[in-house]
């Protein structure tokens, strides 16, 4: 029933980048908390 969240990161000098995903971790293992593709996106 404990609830984490997942947040890697990298900071530069110029910019940098974070993300963050919410678990709920049970009995048998850990749910994710939203429904989000997990796709890398590229501009």
Known sequence: GMTIHFMPGIWLSEFGFECSE???VTENGCE????????????
């Open 22 to 24: 919410p678990f709920v």
């Open 32 to 43: 994710k908390l939203i429904d989000f593709p997990e796709e890398l996106f590229v501009r």
